[in-house]
């Protein structure tokens, strides 16, 4: 692989790898896979001996599932899943407050939402990141820091150095990664002591009846309970105090609190662990060549379920960026995306979870009923609640245009040798859409996009397609969702980030050339003069 940062043999001696990933949860995980399969030399430096294999998070969604298909575990991950249809919030008296219904199929072609048992989602992508190359140390606490011009040298417990042209820091709410760069964190000031128990079903074909996915707002006692997938199931009990958890941890006080729907018969108590749950964003995203992402750069409450998620957003954006970097096909400077387009989305989400978490949380009963009134009230007036939406890229590297920014819709398709959602037929690199009907694309920008590791997706409608046949690289929309798209947002072509979203889109065969000319530039692919009209 071409390596234009470095310029010698004796730069090459020392510099060992191009990318060091601290910390070895699913965000480091997934960047680890996403840069060991673009043929990287990657290391992992990881403190625990181990993987953690307890569980952590319990919830992902559609645009994650998205990505772990895009590693390759998706289909072997499915049946250990859950898919979540409602999610319902019912306060003390047991009345149902609010209750949001999940597709079975959600824009990004997957269930929107999924409920996990984190080893299981650890141990999957725990193959993939080693299939993929990349080189694993366990036991292997970083230490200390230092920046250099063209690399990165970690202190790796007390005798070890590893020197990477960039780290990506996976390292968590603790990180010290963080630490050592001297960033800080913006407070919002939202934080709650909450005790979580995790139970393993003793017989996951018959398991006991509970809810899968509710929130009880009992201002004596908030709790939440959920599923873990198949087999497991997660209890959480709001605490008064940090300090209350020494005493509520005692397993007989957790099964008195479960007894209305878990016994010792049913089930095993595997875990109890007290969080509190933060909201918090840390300054600067990028420090020379290290990047922090996941916990290491924002801690989120899980009122929406998108800690996790919100993670690997990070690690797709930071993946195919640093890629670019790597390949020498951009300068560093497009690194500074990273943050410019995270961030926003992240706090929107983090303010959106603390909107939730202080209704859902109130310990005053005055407060409660009053709550409790108006929510009635607007289940018998048939107010539905709004569906919560996450908002999409507001600048960085986009194309103003409609759509521009948003996480594009998948839908099935065919190539005439295989039906499946369009990840999976035209693989996972940037593509551009482009509605068969009423565009082609001139031949030299074609081979612009081929250079910069585009692929050019003509769609046709099923009917017509059928009839007329397919060129190769054509596809059929068999469900009609990309067509419907462009349709939507007045385009007859729309490019797509490796990361799912949309750099731009195009009105017309002119725009769709020029569309085409910056997605390859942006990708790193140079762009030669426009001829003259």
Known sequence: MEDTARDGAERSSTIEFDVAVVGYGPVGMVTAALLGAAGHRVIVLERYAGLYNLPRAAIFDDETMRTFARVGIAEDLLPKLHVQRNYEWRNAAGELLIEHHFAARGRSGWAEWYMMYQPDLESALDE??????????????????????????????????????????????????????????????????????????????????????????????????????????????????????????????????????????????????TYTF????????????????????HQMPPFLGQGMCSGIRDAQNIAFKLDAVLRGRRGEEVLDTYQQEREPHVRAVI??????????????????????????????AHQHPEKIAFPGLVEGMLVPSPGAGQLVDQGWVDDGTRRDRLDQVVGHPAHLLLDARRVTLADDAVALLADAGVRVVPLHEAGVAAAVGLDPGHVVDVDGTHLAWLAAHDAVAAAVRPDFYVFGTAPDAAGADALARALAAALGAPAPALATP
């Open 351 to 380: 303010e959106k979870g603390i909107e939730l978490g202080r209704q859902q949380t109130v310990r005053d009963p005055a407060r409660a009923a009053e709550r409790d009134r108006v929510l009635l009230g607007r289940r018998a």
């Open 128 to 273: 993939r990141v080693r299939a993929a190359g990349v080189e694993v140390r366990l036991s292997s606490p970083v230490t200390g820091l230092v920046q250099h011009a063209d690399h990165v040298e970690l202190q790796v417990g007390g005798a070890q150095t590893v020197r990477a042209r960039w780290v990506v820091a996976c390292d968590g709410g603790n990180s010290f990664v963080r630490s050592a760069l001297g960033r800080t964190m913006d407070d919002y000031g939202f934080s709650e002591p909450w005790m979580v128990c995790d139970f393993r079903f003793r017989d996951p074909a018959a398991p006991p009846a509970v809810p899968t996915a509710r929130q009880v707002g009992d201002p004596a006692g908030p709790t939440s309970i959920i599923s873990l997938g198949p087999a497991h199931h997660r209890f959480s009990y709001m605490l008064d105090s940090e300090g209350d958890f020494a005493t509520e941890r005692d397993p007989e006080k957790v099964w008195a609190r479960t007894r209305r729907w878990l016994s010792p018969d049913d089930a095993e108590l595997i875990r109890v662990a």
């Open 278 to 297: 933060r909201s918090l964003v840390t300054d600067r995203w990028r420090v020379g060549r290290t990047l922090l992402a996941g916990d290491a750069a």
